[in-house]
């Protein structure tokens, strides 16, 4: 169904009620798995959910007067999406966070 709406041009926003994070990274899998490319799973969790929102012109992609949180990664997520599980920092407006630290902070054990 997802990829139907996908290829039809709904608009798709990702996003879940699990924890913030973790479920997510799974409906991103899914969405890659039902058939949409990784690159536009991508797309439609950052630029297009901003888009949906009417803020993509201060947040959802990097460019010069936006804000820009970015994440980390130890591979190309296009290559495999489940690499957005395996997240090493991210840099939220002035600061850099390990993803261990941020682990601990809402009480899980950090993992590989």
């Given at each position: 169904m997802v990829y139907?709406?996908?290829v039809a041009g709904v608009p798709l926003v990702a996003g879940t009620d699990s924890l913030s994070g973790f479920g997510l990274h799974r409906e991103l899998e899914l969405y890659v798995a039902a058939?949409?490319?990784a690159d536009k799973v991508l797309r439609l969790a950052t630029l297009g959910a901003a888009e949906v929102m009417s803020a993509d012109a201060i947040t959802g992609s990097i460019a010069v007067g936006k804000r820009a949180d970015m994440i980390l990664l130890p591979a190309d997520p296009i290559k495999d999406i489940s690499v957005l599980r395996k997240t090493v920092k991210v840099?939220?407006?002035?600061r850099v966070w390990n993803v261990s630290d941020l682990y601990e902070a809402v009480g899980i054990s950090p993992f590989n």
């Open positions: 139907r709406l996908y058939g949409i490319p840099f939220k407006d002035d």
